[in-house]
């Protein structure tokens, strides 16, 4: 058969699987010779090349020609024509082989594997985009004690009674934060495929608008008895020692803090908000080959290779975490009031790195991710302090156990220390701004889940948390004494959640 004849051959057949067509052998009615689904390009019948070398004897054709679209054939032979010919002028043509037969609406695109998984779609794109819904949880750090009520010692001239009621207290930390709904946002550049069939991109990421928001408040049982425990000299402080009544240790102390000991209630409104943005370089592995997998039906389905996908990543990162703590402490008349009002600001800069492994099938995923980094954080700390108190409204003198009176008066060290409106009231104020520069470490991790919908459309659940150090947080800057005003730079927030993100690839 001359090169011209098997050219339809080669166009069908070069770099695909064998295909698995019926047999036409057998009786024209019978199951065997029906005409396949699929067939390829009719060729037609050449004429035979009658410089061929042959006799008249042997009663075969040596060659075809090629006639355009396979219309109309007529076989020419040397010699006499033998039994095996079976076109005569005038009739159409029909190949031996029954997938040649009535294939001219067919093209050869319907003999190809239909892609249902592959490698060449993975990832396939230019960009890539990925939403997130985030309900992330944070820590409160550790309790601060804000204000104890002192009701239930009975503290009363004849001497100390100590009652069937618990001394309670209030802390930062009393009810705690709640999950805070965020989002999280990144956009995605592919560069280009190396020669160990990785993928680098670089990404830019976005997760915030987190804001958390916790209050309490706590109001004495008797009148005044409600006092605060950053006082070190105070009755609510524990500096100042204790005396044992009752096998109870009670504590000792008469310094008050204008506005904030010996009042009625106290209340205060801690919150805190985050937000983050980084820039990575991405370097990622991509699937094996493709496998090949024989359908019922007869046809051929090119499928992605299960198996674990590695990626690498390193670049930039900004956090930005902001804290106020504001403290309302006030008598009934209101002749006792005071303010506390504390702001952080963290600002941290810095590199990171970490990779992922996810394995991956045709439709789901799951895999795992780890990022660390090292920040230096510009810390920041304002406080606005207004106390004034009524020395005419001071509780009930405090007996020692030896019976010598104790009263209670003032403290003599705050700053701006001065008279009040009143009579009987002095005042103080504070306004005061520290800076600090600490390092800070970042530790996070993922694990998640992923189902994909198509080759370019993907949903992802997954379980964050991350881990700060290196804090300015907003109830350690809570206290009296000036010369311990200096910025506290040492606290760590733990952040945990869930989180629910669609990726686009195009």
Do not use: C
Not at 89 to 111: C, H, K, L, R, T
Not at 159 to 165: A, E, F, K, S
Not at 220 to 225: F, G, P
Not at 322 to 338: A, H
């Amino acid at each position: 058969m001359s090169a011209a004849a098997q050219d339809p051959w080669q166009l069908a057949m070069e770099d695909l699987p064998p295909l698995d067509f019926p047999d036409s052998s057998g009786d024209a009615g019978s199951k065997e010779s029906e005409v396949p689904p699929y067939r390829l390009p009719l060729p037609s019948p050449a004429q035979v090349d009658s410089g061929e070398s042959g006799s008249a004897s042997s009663g075969t054709s040596e060659s075809t020609q090629s006639i355009a679209n396979g219309a109309d054939a007529a076989d020419s032979v040397n010699g006499e024509s033998d039994s095996s010919s079976q076109e005569t002028e005038g009739e159409d043509w029909v190949s031996e082989d029954a997938m040649y037969n009535e294939p001219e609406e067919y093209q050869i695109g319907d003999f190809l594997a239909p892609v249902f998984s592959s490698s060449d779609w993975y990832r396939n794109g230019s960009w890539y985009v990925n939403a997130t819904a985030e309900g992330i949880w944070r820590s409160s750090g550790k309790p601060k004690v804000l204000a104890k009520d002192l009701s239930g010692l009975g503290i009363t001239p004849g001497g100390l009674t100590l009652l069937d009621v618990p001394i309670r207290s209030i802390t930062t930390r009393h009810k705690g934060f709640r999950f805070e709904p965020g989002l999280g946002l990144t956009i995605g550049r592919f560069l280009g495929r190396d020669y160990f069939n990785r993928d680098a991109s670089v990404e830019f990421g976005f997760l915030g608008l987190l804001d958390w928001q916790t209050d309490l408040r706590l109001a004495s049982a008797d009148r005044r008895e409600l006092f605060t425990a950053l006082n070190l000299d105070g009755p609510g402080g524990s500096s100042s020692g204790r005396i044992t009544f009752g096998g109870a240790q009670v504590p000792l102390g008469v310094t008050l803090i204008p506005g904030f000991d010996a009042v009625d209630s106290q209340e205060f409104e801690y919150s805190s908000t985050f937000n983050s943005f980084e820039v990575n370089v991405r370097l990622s592995h991509r699937p094996g080959r493709d496998r090949m997998v024989a359908m019922p039906d007869g046809t051929w389905s090119r499928q992605l290779t299960d198996g674990g996908v590695p990626s690498f990543f390193a670049g930039m990162r900004y956090i930005g975490i902001k804290e106020r703590l504001f403290w309302l402490s006030q008598s009934r008349n209101n002749l006792d009031r005071g303010t506390y009002d504390v702001d952080t600001g963290n600002k941290l800069f810095g590199l990171q790195f970490g990779g992922s492994y996810t394995w991956e099938t045709k439709t789901w995923s799951a895999g795992a991710m780890g990022k660390a980094g090292a920040y230096i954080n510009f810390a920041n700390m304002q406080r606005k302090i207004d106390g004034t108190g009524d020395s005419a409204n001071f509780p009930n003198t405090v007996y020692e156990d030896a019976g010598q009176p104790l009263s209670y008066s003032f403290a003599t060290n705050l700053p701006g220390l001065g008279p009040g409106p009143g009579v009987n009231q002095v005042s103080w104020r504070y306004r005061g701004k520290q800076n600090a520069s600490v390092y800070a470490a970042f530790l996070e991790s993922k694990l998640f889940t992923q189902y994909n919908v198509n080759p370019n459309l993907s949903f992802r659940l997954s379980w964050d948390q991350f881990w700060i150090n290196g804090l300015a947080m907003a109830p350690y800057q809570l206290h009296f004494e000036p010369a311990r005003s200096k910025i506290n730079a040492g606290g760590n927030v733990y952040f945990t959640g869930l989180s629910l993100a669609g990726q686009w690839v195009w």
